[in-house]
């Protein structure tokens, strides 16, 4: 499947201000079938209390759901890819 440009920029914008927003956020891969997503192996470093780990996963998933919202057909550019910080 192709991807409407538009599409593809707003999901690297919203993904880079994620990452902004969580600088312990390493990376985290979105998994699912059909039309469910859900977030996994989410990499936090220095390691984080449980109440902070979950405040960066809420993040997250807020964050894509907001996109998915806004742009449903993102959900295909998602699904089954790895995000990882950029190191420069």
Do not use: K, N, W
């Not at 993040?59 to 919202?69: H, K, P, Q, V």
């Amino acid at each position: 499947m192709r991807f409407q440009h538009q599409v593809v920029d707003q999901v690297e914008q919203q993904l880079q201000m994620l990452f902004s927003r969580c600088p312990e956020l390493s990376g985290f891969s979105v998994r699912g079938e059909a039309d469910e997503l859900f977030v996994s192996d989410v990499g936090i470093v220095p390691r984080l209390s449980a109440e902070q780990y979950g405040e960066i996963y809420q993040d997250i998933a807020l964050t894509l759901s907001e996109l998915l919202e806004e742009r449903p057909e993102a959900g295909e550019l998602l699904r089954g890819r790895t995000f990882a910080r950029e190191l420069h």
